[in-house]
């Protein structure tokens, strides 16, 4: 049996980026258990149509940003249109457009959620992000002595360009600066929080809370033919098989054994792309799964709405609408839209194609009746388009020629991942992340459930380290 140099498991955007870097350097091959390539970040077909499984927004493709300059090593140029607006944020009345311009931007939030301090407070949030994506030595990983140095030169170096302002919590900061806002501009910060971070302000830190809020101070693009194409693209030169899950990883003094369900594999490395909380139930060494089983499973998910519209009217790329109630079954009053560019051929062939998504828990859905799991479904789903139909008014319920949805268990059944997004960055965790190293030799994670969390400028930054440790570690 051949000796493979490293085993990606999985193609989230994290193994993915990783392969398509490594692949050339190393006897590498990737599997896949999915029919689709890239997890949350794919592209899948169903009655004929194609949708966003996940992800629509891609951010980070600019100088100076680790997407970018991952993308160029691998010499990756992207098919992007940008957004004119990066997000509509709608709460009843009020419309704030996310675009990237500053002044625009702050002249539309002075007027729907007016505060004489809304400038200072917009400035700072711009600032503080500017600052983080110009450090230089970004870096969290454990496990060896090189590790643990690069990762204190990276908290130094946070320490001399934040200096008080690394401890200072997101709500203290709000309210130092804006006074008591009103709950409607809080469900606004909020509600933007939730898509970028995974959580509120009162969980977070000044920094964390402004790399969120900052999301579309960057330029946001969508991507032709879908978030999957990117990942296919990426992955063409890369030595891969996709419907291949992998069951089983026997440890051994030098290398790994692994078994998928269909073949048997030896490497001497393995890039885990599955989520750090369902990485245990592939080992059977007792001290691998010892390692996985103390990060806490996160139970955060997704409840994502999938529609075909033939609608003849133009739509922003993407809309967050705020509503008054929570949704049922969920923990946000908030979901996001995305509608799929007119102009893209193959979304749009048959009308828009529209992803909608709001958070959920991971164990509301869990260990229903076949009939009880439907009924609730149905119960978010109908709650979702009927708070769309209202704000869509040029939308008739007709031009809906398909509507479907997916909850963790759809996630859990395909990627085999019942959460969504990782562990959000708060100010508790934020030295208990976990790193993309692990104690065991040859063995690694990339993905949202490590350093540096979701979205792909997170998971960017994560196989940036891992690249590194995996490299010259
Ligand atoms: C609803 C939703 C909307 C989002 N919107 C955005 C957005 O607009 N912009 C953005 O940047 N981010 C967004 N995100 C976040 C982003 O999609 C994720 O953070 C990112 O895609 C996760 O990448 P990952 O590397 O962790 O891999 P994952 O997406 O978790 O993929 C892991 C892959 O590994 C495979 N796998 C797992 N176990 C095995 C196994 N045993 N054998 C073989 N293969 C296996 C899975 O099938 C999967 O393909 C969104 C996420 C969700 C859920």
Redesign the pocket.
Same mark, same amino acid.
């Given at each position: 049996m051949k000796m493979h140099d490293v085993i990606v498991?999985?193609?989230?955007? /994290?193994? !993915?980026l990783f392969a398509a870097l490594n692949h050339k350097k190393h006897d590498l091959l990737l599997?896949?258990?999915?029919a689709?390539?890239?997890?949350?970040?794919?592209t899948f077909k169903r009655f004929n149509n194609h949708y966003n499984? /996940?992800? !629509?927004?891609?951010?980070g493709y600019e100088e100076g940003h680790i997407v970018k300059r991952l993308f160029d090593e691998v010499g990756y140029k992207p098919n992007l249109k940008l957004s004119g607006v990066g997000v509509r944020i709608v709460q009843k009345e009020k419309e704030v457009d996310r675009v990237q311009a500053f002044e625009a931007f702050l002249k539309n939030v002075d007027e729907q959620y007016p505060n004489p301090n809304n400038r200072d407070f917009w400035e700072t949030i711009k600032k503080v992000d500017e600052k983080f994506w110009q450090l230089k030595k970004l870096y969290y990983a454990k496990h060896s002595f090189s590790a643990y140095s690069k990762s204190i030169a990276c908290v130094t170096e946070l320490f001399k360009t934040y200096k008080s302002e690394l401890f200072t919590s997101a709500d203290g900061f709000i309210k130092k600066s804006l006074g008591d806002i009103s709950t409607e501009y809080q469900a606004f910060i909020d509600a933007q929080l939730l898509?970028t971070l995974q959580t509120k302000s009162k969980d977070l830190s000044l920094l964390t809370m402004a790399l969120g809020l900052a999301y579309t101070f960057h330029k946001t693009y969508y991507v032709e033919g879908g978030m999957g194409s990117m990942i296919e693209t990426l992955l063409e030169d890369v030595p891969y098989k996709r419907k291949?899950?992998?069951?089983k990883i026997l440890k051994y003094n030098d290398h790994y054994e692994v078994h998928?369900n269909k073949e048997v594999y030896k490497s001497k490395n393995i890039v885990l792309?599955?989520?750090i909380y369902?990485s245990a139930q592939?080992f059977e060494d007792k001290a691998i799964k010892k390692y996985y089983s103390k990060f806490k499973f996160s139970d955060q998910?997704?409840f994502?709405v999938y529609m075909t519209i033939k609608s003849k009217v133009d739509f922003l790329h993407h809309y967050q609408i705020i509503l008054d109630q929570k949704i049922p079954n969920s923990i946000s009053n908030a979901f996001?839209v995305?509608f799929s560019d007119k102009e893209d051929e193959k979304l749009s062939k048959d009308g828009y194609s529209v992803?909608i998504?709001t958070h959920t828990k991971a164990n509301i859905w869990r260990g229903l009746s076949k009939q009880a799991y439907a009924q609730k479904k149905l119960e978010t789903q109908e709650k979702i388009q009927e708070a769309f139909l209202n704000y869509f008014d040029t939308i008739q319920e007709d031009e809906i020629s398909r509507v479907f949805s997916a909850t963790s268990e759809t996630?859990q059944s395909?990627?085999?991942?019942h959460n969504?997004?990782?562990e959000a960055l708060k100010i508790k965790n934020l030295l208990s992340i976990p790193p993309c190293t692990t104690p065991f030799k040859g063995l690694y994670n990339?993905?949202?459930?490590v350093f540096a969390?979701?979205?792909?400028?997170?998971?960017a930054l994560g196989v940036d380290v891992l690249n590194k440790e995996f490299n010259h570690g």
């Open positions: 498991v999985g193609s989230g955007i /994290g193994g !993915t599997l896949e258990k999915d689709n390539l890239g997890g949350c970040c794919s499984a /996940g992800a !629509t927004t891609f951010v898509i291949e899950g992998v069951v998928s792309n599955s989520t369902q592939l998910s997704a994502v996001f995305s992803t998504s996630f395909y990627i085999g991942r969504c997004g990782g990339v993905g949202d459930t969390g979701q979205g792909w400028p997170g998971v």
